[in-house]
């Protein structure tokens, strides 16, 4: 039998059948996919092959195929290793939400998925949530973070779940798709899963006034069919996202508005750093690259994963002054 994996919980998968069952399943031995150092053989959204076992009082059912991916969505595994994570797979769109500061998210863990999601042909559009909660100067730092992104090409919503602002708009962007929701605990994920179907009720839980932090709702990532032809994976809150698998030279390549300019440097291997006649410092320097997003390249560049992850909301949310303003 074939099916779609809607929920893993790291030795059980909820398997979805093509003739709509669901049926609990686990794999049989170890699976190895093509050489990916995985600390999970099998995702959410993946496609399976499964034999059921009817041995015992309850039927239950055993992976024996993964089907090739369409593509994958992975950050690095939370023990620093060199395993990734698969978080999910065979995605039409990840949605990626931002909030100003309930809690906060930085550029650089934006930068850091949109260059995985680049590196694995995964488009990402932004979502500003919480818009409802924004006061003079947290607005301005919404509007300069989307204006960034805007301007490389990302597509950005604006949304209230609490509201009910843009959530038509989102409805339309996920009609016959499947996506996901990711973004730092306590963006308002499930929240905003509920506003888009209430009948789900998916349990949520308040910031923690103490550290501004989001409190983990979403233990594991699970799928969810909406009644507007629509596939929701709701994943859990990511704190740090380590970059995986990449050599310093093709970084630069998932950068779009670095890869638009690249070929233009004196030289094919230029990291865009001390190198002279370089085509990326040279746009910076006139402000066609925002220095956010440079920043954020010269820290993937550096490798500080282990700094990063202690340090991650320690960092600057946006550009000082001075920086916008060079």
């Known amino acids: ?10 030795s059980w998968y909820t398997v979805k059948s093509n003739q709509g069952d669901f049926m609990e399943c686990r794999i049989k031995g170890k699976f190895r996919i093509k ?31 993964i089907h090739d991916r369409k593509n994958y969505i992975v950050r690095k595994s939370v023990n ?7 978080i999910a797979s065979n995605l039409d769109y990840v949605f990626l939400l931002i909030t100003v500061n309930n809690p906060p998210t930085t550029f650089n863990f934006i930068d850091r998925f949109l260059v995985t999601a680049e590196a694995y042909g995964i488009e ?9 909660t924004l006061d003079e100067v947290t607005l301005d730092e919404q509007l300069y973070m989307q204006h960034v992104y805007q301007e490389i090409g990302y597509q950005c919503l604006r949304v209230s779940a609490k509201e009910g602002k843009g959530i038509e708009e989102l409805k339309e962007l996920m009609i016959g798709k499947t996506t996901m929701f990711s973004g730092h ?23 923690s006034e103490q550290s501004m932090q989001g409190q983990h709702t979403t233990t594991f990532a699970e799928m ?13 809150g990511i704190k740090g996202f380590g970059i995986v698998d990449m050599e310093k030279e093709e970084i630069s390549g998932y950068f779009p508005e670095f890869f638009k300019l690249k070929d233009q440097c004196k030289f094919n291997n230029c990291l865009h750093k001390e190198e002279p006649k370089c085509a990326i410092k040279q746009a910076l320097e006139e402000d066609k690259i925002s220095w956010t997003r440079y920043n954020s390249y010269l820290k993937i560049l550096e ?24």
Do not use: C, W
């Open 1 to 10: 039998m074939t099916g779609i994996v809607y929920k893993s919980t790291g």
């Open 35 to 65: 050489g990916i150092k995985s600390t999970n053989p099998i995702a959410v959204g993946d496609v399976v092959d499964y034999d059921l076992d009817e041995s015992s009082d309850v039927v239950t059912g055993t992976i024996t195929n």
């Open 124 to 132: 990402t559009i932004l979502i500003f949530n919480k818009i409802d």
């Open 185 to 207: 605990s306590g963006v308002g994920k499930s929240t905003l899963v509920n506003a888009l179907e209430p009948s789900l009720d998916l349990k949520t839980k308040t910031i």
């Open 224 to 236: 969810f069919d909406l009644s507007f032809d629509a596939k929701i994976i709701d994943t859990p």
């Open 80 to 86: 620093l290793s060199h395993q990734m994570h698969i």
């Open 303 to 326: 490798g500080d994963d282990e700094h990063y992850r202690q340090d991650i909301y320690n960092d600057d949310r946006i550009a000082s002054d001075e920086t916008r303003n060079k």
